[in-house]
């Protein structure tokens, strides 16, 4: 069984990011389809085991984001690592196009609304970041944000959004959210041929939008935008991690190892009960077995 060592898919702090330098795909990490399962299922399993004592300890939230280009595979990562979770302590939230009351905000707003609690994991299925990506790339969009004029011609508007972004992480870190941050980093190749897989079969059509085709003229913009906006935000307190995602079963098991390194390098214990309950306790369960 090859080790996952996640160092090699981090991005340093203060660097600079090159993606051509980060592989889409890597040796399996498993000899067969019946090891990757068997791998998955007892790294899910340790998942929800420290996902339970986080629930019980109630001190930390995990703030897990997910930014990829089109047909990466977050929705198929997110469903299959976070399978075992007991739903009373993990929150999915995809973030669409904004809504009117939320172009009335700053940009961060509608995500804030949306963090997780204490002895809870929130994972953001694409997030804020999306605007100093997609807003970066498609200029009409950042058009439309209703932003003062000053604002919206600035030359340091994706700084200045980037160190709003940092700040917010280490308000959030101080406070007791832990935060992993992952890009799925699928090529332009494999993209296509997923792309024609859902064309090809019927029960997937529903997954295809014509737009996403689109943004294939964009390609090498996306990458420029990740690569600054990677190399920009990622943090001692809220990494980001370059994940290949041209197999999707070899990016679950690296998606699954963060996460639950990301859990265990938490303090957490059961709370403790005194000895006066426990004596209550004793007490009960003598009522209750006669």
Known sequence: MTRIDIRDFRVEE???LDLRKHPTRIEPLYASKAEYEKRLAKQTSEIAHLQN???AHDRYAVLLIFQAM??????????HVMSGINPAGCEVTSFKQPSPEELDHDFLWRAAKQLPERGKIGIFNRSYYEEVLVVRVRSEIL???QLPDEVGRDKDLWKDRYHSMVELERHLHRNGTRIAKFFLHISKNEQRKRFLARIDDPEKNWKFNTGD????KYWKQYMKAYEACLAATSTEEAPWYVVPADDKLNARLIISEIIEQTLKRLKMSYPQTTDEHRKELQ???????K
């Open 70 to 79: 089109d047909a990466a595979g977050k929705d198929g990562a997110i469903k």
């Open 213 to 216: 085709v689109k943004d294939r």
């Open 143 to 145: 058009a439309g944000q």
């Open 283 to 289: 007490v009960l369960r003598k009522q209750l077995a």
């Open 53 to 55: 004592l986080q629930y």
């Open 14 to 16: 203060g660097g600079k």
